[in-house]
């Protein structure tokens, strides 16, 4: 894979480089992202009110909505190679339902259910900044070969790396929540 991130230190320094190059504004990006996943679910509205009601000018708006979401997703992904800029949309859609589900989960009291599935969320919204930022590829969504981070190379997701038990969930996916909370923790303010 072209541009990998060796380890975590690399990743940073490559995240400082780019803001003083004026290449990258991740907070920024950060609450586009937050707005694109608004406009995807604004989109399934218009799909689903149309449908329920019979009436057409929802499907108009919904293409209104559909443009503009397009129009904003390429400030964040200017480059992207096969399905990336649809795995990109579906990750965001699906970070943004699982907060969705997880908030109604707290509002009945179940907490840990709620915290379970925002970290799913969390997980999904880093796994999109991952791709997009280049720090994976798309094949590495499925398979993390020769991935070297500190001093583990991760060789595949790990299975458990979900797993609600744990404490500090290992794996693919636990070092990539560590990589971009380091990246949120350095962004521009």
Same mark, same amino acid.
């Given at each position: 894979?072209?541009?990998? !991130?060796?380890?975590?230190?690399? /990743?940073?320094?490559?995240?400082?480089?780019?803001?003083?190059?004026?290449?990258?504004?991740?907070? +920024? &990006?950060?609450?586009l992202s937050l707005a694109i996943?608004?406009?995807?679910? !604004?989109?399934?509205? #218009? /799909? #689903?009110?149309?449908?329920?009601?019979?009436?057409?000018?929802? #499907?108009?708006?919904?293409?209104? *909505?559909?443009?503009?979401?397009?129009?904003?997703?390429?400030?964040?992904?200017?480059?992207?190679?096969?399905?990336?800029?649809?795995? +990109?949309?579906?990750?965001? =859609? =699906? +970070?943004?339902?699982?907060?969705?589900?997880?908030?109604?989960?707290l509002g009945r009291d179940k907490?840990?259910? =709620?915290?379970?599935? #925002?970290?799913? %969320?969390?997980?999904?919204?880093?796994? /999109?900044? %991952?791709?997009?930022?280049?720090?994976?590829?798309?094949? &590495?969504?499925?398979? %993390?070969?020769? *991935?070297?981070?500190?001093?583990?190379?991760?060789?595949?997701?790990?299975?458990? =790396?979900?797993?609600?038990?744990?404490?500090?969930?290992?794996? /693919?996916?636990?070092?990539?929540? &560590?990589? *971009?909370?380091? %990246?949120i923790d350095c962004c521009i303010?």
């Amino acid at each position: 894979m072209e541009n990998k !991130i060796q380890n975590l230190n690399e /990743f940073v320094e490559k995240i400082d480089q780019m803001k003083k190059q004026d290449k990258m504004d991740l907070s +920024s &990006d950060q609450d586009l992202s937050l707005a694109i996943m608004n406009l995807i679910s !604004i989109e399934e509205h #218009f /799909f #689903f009110t149309a449908q329920k009601i019979g009436k057409d000018e929802y #499907f108009d708006l919904l293409k209104e *909505v559909r443009e503009m979401r397009k129009t904003l997703l390429k400030k964040i992904i200017k480059e992207y190679e096969g399905e990336v800029w649809c795995i +990109s949309k579906h990750l965001l =859609a =699906a +970070s943004m339902r699982l907060m969705e589900v997880g908030t109604k989960q707290l509002g009945r009291d179940k907490k840990e259910e =709620a915290k379970e599935l #925002f970290q799913k %969320a969390y997980d999904l919204y880093g796994m /999109f900044w %991952a791709l997009n930022m280049k720090l994976i590829g798309s094949n &590495d969504i499925k398979k %993390a070969g020769g *991935v070297i981070i500190g001093n583990q190379e991760v060789k595949k997701i790990d299975e458990n =790396a979900l797993n609600k038990h744990d404490e500090k969930p290992a794996g /693919f996916m636990g070092k990539l929540r &560590d990589l *971009v909370k380091k %990246a949120i923790d350095c962004c521009i303010e």
